[in-house]
Every structure is written in C-alpha cells, then in structure tokens.
C-alpha cells in the first residue's frame, strides 16, 4: 500500500513570506507527527496529533509555527514570516494506535529554504 | 521530560569490524525503545524494537540492540559491518502509556564504512 507522501518535496521561499507543507499518513493510522531535521540537531519533535485529541504542540519552536489535521487524515504545516534558522528538512510520519506497536512510517521530507 | 542520549555523532569504521552505537534515556519508568536508521537519500525506517520480554532484540541486516533497565540503555551492536550499513542512526524512546504515542529521537549517528 502506499506510504506516507509529503508535498512539495523542496521549497524555497523568501525570508518573511508564509508556507504551507502538507502531509498525507498511511490511511488509518491515527496518529501523526511532525518533525524537523536540521544539520547538527538531529531529529526535533514539532506536534503530535492523536485521533481526536487535543494535539502536543509542546515542540513547537515559535508561535509562527501551527500545524492542523482535518478529518483524522491529511495535515498541513503552517510556517508563518519564514526566518533563515526555519531551513530544514520537515518530516512526517504516522503510526497505528490499533496495532499498539507504535512503529512510526515516515514520509521522504519537504526540504524547505528560506533566502 | 523524557531525553535520549546518543553518545557518538560519527563513527568511521573498516568493513568486518564491530560496531555499538550507544544510547542512553533519562526516563525511569516503562518505556518501549527504538532504532531507526536512514540510507543516504532514503525515508528514515525502523530497524528494530523493544517492547518487552526478551532484552536482546534482534533487527534487520543482523543489527542487534540490547536493553539494560538498569544503565538505562539500548546500545546497537553489529558483529561486522558492510559498506552498506553506511547510514544515519537515531534512538527513539516513548513512554509506555497506553495510546499516548509521542516518541523523543537522540540526535543521530553518523556511520561511515570505508571498503
């Protein structure tokens, strides 16, 4: 089946415009999460959205960074004003809550830089 | 709040050498731990678990990881690597409570196998 697709797969942008990365889960996984992956940082927690519940925006950087999932299924990202130090490679992945293994499947990553 | 420890951030090895890539976590009650592993220009994938039982799990591509409750520890090992297990590495750890799923990655190991 298909796995976890990210779109776009690279995006450039100019240092205080807005932008938007989108992320489809592997259909029935209830839950999704964000991360960012910068040279020397490693893998950084953003948000973490669990069927219904309220999400875990505790990783969050800033208050330009929101992140919403409709329907349980698709999310988008939300960068707002992009700053320099927002380049990255933003990641996605999902896992199924029935199967309690908690294996996460990533998505190939929007590589996003800001000029 | 829960943290991962990844104590070498490059390794360069010989083909058929021994490999272990350390990990430590900081959370002292029931968690289930991880690593994933990402080829160069490929998504990041599990390369194996622990959940519970037997502490030595055994993964792909003959990698091993043993679980050490008391040091708080999920070390990799691999008796002799290949060129091809060239590759970031990254523990994870998320806390066994029921649905809630967040995981904490460490901040990657890079291995480099010279032929």
């Known amino acids: 089946g298909a796995g976890v697709s990210q779109s776009p797969s690279n995006k450039v942008t100019e240092k205080g415009k807005d932008v938007e990365l989108r992320c489809d889960p592997i259909?029935?996984?209830?839950?999704l999460y964000w991360y960012r992956q910068s040279l020397g940082q490693g893998l950084e927690f953003l948000i973490y959205?669990?069927?219904?519940?309220?999400?875990?925006k505790s990783g969050l950087p800033s208050d330009r960074f929101s992140a919403e999932r409709t329907g349980g299924s698709v999310s988008t990202l939300t960068i707002q004003r992009t700053q320099q130090e927002d380049s990255a490679v933003y990641l996605c992945?999902?896992?199924?809550?029935?199967?309690?293994?908690?294996?996460?499947?990533f998505g190939p990553g929007t590589r996003l830089t800001v000029t | 709040a829960q943290s991962v420890s990844q104590h070498n951030h490059h390794v360069i090895l010989s083909e058929a050498a021994s490999l272990e890539l350390g990990c430590n976590y900081s959370?002292?009650?029931?968690?289930?731990l991880f690593w994933y592993v990402q080829y160069p220009g490929q998504h990041l994938q599990l390369l194996l678990k622990y959940f519970s039982g037997d502490p030595l799990v055994k993964g792909i591509k003959g990698f091993e990881a043993e679980f050490i409750k008391s040091k708080f520890s999920f070390n990799l090992r691999k008796p002799s690597v290949q060129w091809s297990d060239t590759a970031e590495y990254f523990c994870a750890v998320n806390l066994n409570s029921g649905g809630y799923q967040k995981v904490t990655f460490g901040i990657g190991t890079k291995l480099q196998v010279i032929p």
């Open positions: 259909s029935g996984h209830t839950a």
């Open positions: 992945a999902s896992s199924s809550h029935g199967t309690a293994t908690y294996e996460q499947y």
């Open positions: 959370y002292g009650g029931t968690v289930n």
């Open positions: 959205f669990q069927g219904n519940s309220a999400p875990d």
